[in-house]
């Protein structure tokens, strides 16, 4: 635990209404959400003085940025001793550890930290329509890929997936079963966008996206916002939640931050930000009680399991053989939600939500039985990650 | 026409002019280190390895193999009708260079990451796009 994990702590949490194209703008669901999180802290908005959210003001398709920092801040007139949004940072949640950062070094007290998504309803147009007419020319890192037809992360990550598979014998049966176990637990979920169940038959026969990914390897755009408290320890005394500790958070990138240019196609910055974020605790993996891993595409969770160590580099078809590993009532287990494969694309931030609501068991029927204390959650893919342990002690 | 056919053309930059014009002279140029030699892709005005500022394209021979390879089924594009390849082709001139492409004339059941391949340019308005093609080994 560095300074900074010492004295940042998650003092409560939030979800608004989460569904597809429920015809509510993203401004909508973030004040939703944020009411609710400073409500479940047992704060007011007159105890917030921080804001940070992901990515900001960016130009992306419709639905991408679903409010930022000053709509937040404006909305409910918070008066902020500090604010911040990015999307360049490790992850989504990248300007969330930026904010354990302001609170530990005194500049904030109690920061609201948010991602709101509406993409379902405003691309209800379609995808393909949005992508090909939001720009004329492809700049930026699209510079190199779109005028190859590559124009879908299910393309630039298909290509690692496709690599490691060769690599290691990683199989599409073997990556189904993650995802079939996400959509059990997401029965459970009375949130899940997805909840009826999924056999192997179902996941192997439909219809492709960009092999190896068929649908259901995709997340599923949603609707929804997600906000999280995170405040200075000593300000947390008398609240309405016990706080979850940071014990260790990783934000490191070690290669260039591109999507074909690292050194070995079969790791991730996923791999660089956790290696960063063990030097800096004295847990160790078999510690973790569970763990909440990003899913944009099945295979990215696959590469978490390996970063985090919870198995060996090469190896996590043999830990997804065995459901004891990872399913709910099992050693290790991902994704109690249901991911964003069957719970929703609300990018990032849902993980860390489940991680907290399950550590305060207030997962409901997908609770995890067993005693939990400390928790791994990594989110993002391709160049983007961001990792964090967080901890609830007795 | 920026956006010719139904497709997403780049736009082309300083540092990357080179790169997507070389084709009009049937030519693959990448970026080069003129201190320490390394190719370095995309092109950019520095050397990462070495962080020299010489920077130069130079002609590359347009043979590679097949690093990564997806086999993509959704119509993204009008001008790219599914399915296609969209590879990593990692170019002989040094380990890990590569470059995102399409393969063309290609059969794709037999696409196979170590396959070789070699350039083949796509004239499109103002660019000439590097497409790949296999070779026989």
Redesign the interface.
Known sequence: MTFVEDRAVISGVGQSQIGRRIGRTGIDLALEAAERAVAHAGLTFDDIDGVASYPGPVAAEAGFVGATTHDVRDAFGIRTTWHVSGVETSGQIGTLLDAAAAVASGRATHVLCFRSVWEATAQAAGRAAALTTKMSRASGHSEFRMPFGAASPANWIGMYAQRYMHEFGLTREQIGKLVINSRTNAARNPNAIYRDPMTMEDYLNARMVSWPFGLFDCDVPADGATAIIVSRREATAGLAKPPISIEAAGAALYERHTWDQRSDLTTMASHDCTAAMWETTRFTPGDVDFATLYDGFSYLTTQWIEAFGFAEHGKVGQFLDDEENYRLDGRLPINPHGGQLSAGRLHGYGFLHEACVQLWREAGDRQIAKDLELAAVGVGGGPEAGCMLVRLAD | M??AE??????V?PD?RAFWTGGFDGELRINRCQACRQWI??PVGAC?KCRSRDVAPEVASGRGTV???????????P??PPP?V???VELEEQP???????LVDVDIDAV??GMPVEVVFDIQDD?A?P?FKAVAA
Do not use: D, K
């Open positions: 920026a956006q139904g497709r997403m053309l780049p736009e930059t990357s892709h995309p990462w690093a990564a390879y997806t086999i993509n089924h959704h119509p993204w594009f001008a790219f296609y969209v590879a990593l890990g260079l590569r470059l995102t492409t399409c196979e990451v660019v796009l497409f």
